[in-house]
Nanobody, 119 residues
Framework: VQLVESGGGLVRPGGSLRLSCEAS????????MTWVRQVPEKGLEWVST????????WYLDSVKGRFTISRDNTEKTMYLQMNSLKPEDTAMYYC?????????????RGQGTQVTVSS
C-alpha cells in the first residue's frame, strides 16, 4: 500500500497542526497504522499507533494528552491531530504500515511531512 503524508508546516509553540496519511489500497482497513518521526542524525521514533478499526490508540508518553490519532477507513486516511506543540516536536513525520511492534518489519512508510515548531 502506498502512503502519502501531508499537513506539516511551521507553527509557533503552543500551536496546532493536523497531519494526514492517505493510503492507496482498499485493504488499508486491515492494518494497524502508526506515526513515527525522525530528527536529523537520530533514528526513527515511534509516536502513536491506531488499531485496524480505530477503536484502540497508543501514544508516546511525551505526546499523551496533546496528540490524537484517528482514521477513516472509508476514506483510507489516517490523521494525527497535534495540539500544544513544543519545539521538541520538530521532526519529519512519517506514517507507517503496521502496529507499534511490527511497523519496522513492514518497512513501508510515506515520504514524510516536515513539522517545525519555532517562535
Amino acid at each position: 500500500v502506498q502512503l502519502v503524508e501531508s499537513g506539516g508546516g511551521l507553527v509557533r509553540p503552543g500551536g496546532s497542526l493536523r497531519l494526514s496519511c492517505e493510503a492507496s489500497a482498499a485493504y488499508f482497513s486491515f492494518y494497524d497504522m502508526t506515526w513515527v518521526r525522525q530528527v536529523p542524525e537520530k533514528g526513527l521514533e515511534w509516536v502513536s499507533t491506531i488499531n485496524f478499526d480505530g477503536r484502540r490508540q497508543w501514544y508516546l508518553d511525551s505526546v499523551k494528552g496533546r496528540f490524537t490519532i484517528s482514521r477513516d477507513n472509508t476514506e483510507k486516511t489516517m490523521y494525527l491531530q497535534m495540539n500544544s506543540l513544543k519545539p521538541e516536536d520538530t521532526a519529519m513525520y512519517y506514517c507507517a504500515q503496521g502496529g507499534q511492534r511490527d511497523w519496522r518489519q513492514y518497512d513501508n512508510r510515506g515520504q514524510g511531512t516536515q513539522v517545525t515548531v519555532s517562535s
